[in-house]
């Protein structure tokens, strides 16, 4: 496996991750106090940085720090718009949209003259 395809790979579970210690706490937790909700999100992204933090090392070998991060942003839009409707239940509208493309067309210019 190339070392893009691993950072890949790694940064697609780091996101589901950081998805989950983020936002899941909203649906599940809501009527617990919030410190209960940081703890239980703080031992999730625990799991997040031990695969993210990989993840930027084995990247950095062959992209820049510009090309990790929107390929980071990119990749957590992809994961969140089906997270946000599916397991959030938040609708979708046609500005989420437009903005997707406006982040697509950033992952262009940062990757074009790699």
């Known amino acids: 496996m190339t070392p893009i395809a691993k950072t890949v790979l790694l940064l697609l579970i780091s996101n589901f991750f950081m998805l989950s210690a983020w936002y899941l706490h909203l649906r599940f937790l809501s009527h617990k106090p919030w410190y209960l909700a940081a703890l239980v999100s703080w031992g999730i ?23 990790l991060q929107i390929l980071q942003i990119g990749m957590s839009l992809l994961l969140f718009i089906p997270f946000a409707l599916f397991i959030m239940n938040q609708p979708f ?22």
Not at 103 to 109: D, K
């Open 45 to 67: 992204a625990f799991f997040e940085y031990s695969v993210h933090i990989p993840a930027n090392r084995i990247g950095h070998t062959e992209m820049t720090l510009f090309q």
């Open 93 to 114: 509208k046609t500005d989420y949209y437009w903005a997707s493309i406006c982040l697509v067309c950033a992952a262009y210019f940062i990757f074009r003259g790699a």
